[in-house]
């Protein structure tokens, strides 16, 4: 077998530094570790078992290797015998620009061996070469969409995309967990329940700040995405800002703020700030936006906002960010100075991946939704987006959602690990007040008033949160108190009967 140059250094329109001979550009390569693989390959099939399963055809610098290889990756895979006798059918003599037989050139590559156990470290080199001559490729895109940049791309567009690609390869990069012993699981499942049981309130993941939520779902769990759905003007943007607020400030023994990145593309920051300063000061959020306060309420609200000015709570109100600008962005919030929760306000307003061109709505959000579920498994925290509900809802006489009413909610479904509802009834009930019918007396419109004036006083400032899904706990209901002014959701319980701590 001829020795080649391995790992070949490129010198882009350069010299060679010892010669100071020009030379050509070159993309790394290591041509004997790719024949040496192959090789050993065909002298002991088994050898295939202890190679990387990552290593793919494409990784090869060499077409012709890469040819061999996925032609004996699938003789193997049928159970094949795969030898320089059974691959020579398979391949033509002038194929690949080759000057001597294919059979020949397949047992000079058997005879070339030099061990079967350094077998998985070629399949390495092989790997690692190919992601050196990608990580070029890359730069060079970055150059060259640099030097002619589009009119309608703007250089922090370029940046996202070039980030997005270094991820994408990175990804691709790293070794995959692979099968794990049960001792590994089972120890991580205790860690689990041993965290649980220390929090006051069970939790085991990140606090919503609610109690019943917390109870029946155990916290916001790492790699969990969670939906949060309903029609408009039911709260859902409110519940998500005080859950996400809670992540970020809580003081509750037992629990530990965590950095929360807040992607609001509906409303702008400032609206947001607005909310947050509206609940936290305890004044109506309406008399914040108009300036109407007395002295008394605007020195509370000073004091509310340099209380809360330190908490790591960010937020981004960029509208039309696509799926990977967000993922880049929490990238690289996580790097930077960590990372606990991640909210998306909503789910139907982002922009599919960028290079990704869906043919309809409904792969749009299929797109969407799957990328969500990755982003929070690759970042390892839980991600919480919002999402509209169909019209379906208004036409029915009980307007508490389900599952089918998610806007193209086969994907959303499927994909997320929770899924939460907000009903408000008392929204409903105010916009269908009872009128006298013509046939009716007076005495039978007044009692029929009074019960719906009764369950209108009794659906007063409560919501409901449906957990309609819950891939790791039970579904139910869960009322809470919601204070419309101000925006917050609570605890629908006393003082006195909340435990201590919370």
Do not use: W
């Amino acid at each position: 077998m001829s020795e080649e140059p391995s790992n070949i250094e490129a010198f882009p329109g350069g010299t060679s530094p010892a010669a100071g001979i020009p030379t050509t550009r070159q993309l790394p390569n290591n041509l004997p570790a790719e024949q040496n693989l192959l090789g050993a390959l065909l002298l002991d099939n088994d050898v295939m078992e202890r190679v990387d399963d990552r290593l793919r055809a494409e990784h090869f610098y060499d077409p012709l290797h890469g040819r061999i290889f996925a032609t004996m990756m699938r003789l193997i895979d049928r159970g094949q015998l795969a030898n320089p006798v059974t691959l020579k059918t398979f391949f033509s003599a002038t194929e690949e620009g080759q000057t001597t037989e294919i059979e020949d050139y397949l047992g000079e590559l058997a005879d070339g061996v030099i061990s079967l156990a350094q077998a998985p470290d070629y399949a390495a080199t092989i790997y690692e070469t190919h992601l050196r001559r990608e990580l070029i490729r890359i730069g060079d895109d970055v150059i060259t969409d640099a030097n002619h940049p589009d009119v309608d791309v703007p250089a922090t567009t370029q940046i996202e995309t070039a980030e997005a690609k270094l991820f994408q390869l990175a990804e691709a990069g790293e070794a995959g967990a692979g099968l794990k012993s049960f001792e590994k699981v089972a120890a991580a499942a205790i860690n689990l329940a041993a965290i649980a049981r220390k929090s006051d309130g069970g939790l085991s993941g990140c606090s919503t700040g609610l109690t019943g939520l917390n109870t029946k779902m155990g916290g916001l769990h790492k790699s969990d995405l969670i939906i949060l759905a309903g029609r408009p003007a039911m709260g859902k943007s409110a519940l998500a800002t005080n859950i996400a607020f809670h992540v970020a400030t809580t003081t509750r023994s037992g629990e530990t703020a965590a950095p929360v990145a807040f992607f609001s593309l509906e409303m702008s920051a400032e609206q947001l700030g607005t909310r947050i300063l509206s609940e936290r000061a305890q004044i109506d959020s309406n008399s914040i936006r108009q300036g109407n306060l007395s002295s008394e309420e605007f020195d509370r609200l000073i004091e509310a906002s340099d209380a809360l000015s330190a908490a790591p709570f960010f937020i981004d109100d960029t509208p039309a960010l696509s799926v990977s600008q967000v993922a880049s962005r929490a990238r690289r919030m996580k790097r930077t100075g960590g990372l606990g929760l991640i909210v998306i306000d909503y789910l139907q307003m982002l922009a599919p991946q960028l290079g990704v061109r869906p043919e309809n709505r409904v792969q749009e959000i299929s797109n969407i939704s799957r990328a969500l579920k990755a982003m929070a498994k690759e970042l390892d925290v839980p991600v919480l987006a919002l999402s509209q509900l169909s019209r379906a809802v208004e036409q029915r006489e009980d307007k508490r959602p389900n599952l089918a009413d998610l806007r193209e909610s086969g994907s959303i479904e499927q994909d997320a690990d929770v899924v939460l509802f907000v009903y408000r009834d008392e929204y409903y009930l105010a916009k269908k007040e009872p009128e006298r019918e013509s046939h009716e007396s007076e005495e039978k419109f007044n009692l029929r008033y009074d019960l719906y004036r009764e369950r209108l006083e009794k659906a007063h400032n409560k919501a409901e949160v449906i957990i309609g899904k819950q891939r790791h706990g039970p579904t139910g209901l869960i009322e809470l108190h919601f204070e419309k002014s101000l925006t917050k959701f609570s605890d629908l319980t006393d003082a006195a009967q909340v435990p201590e701590g919370f």
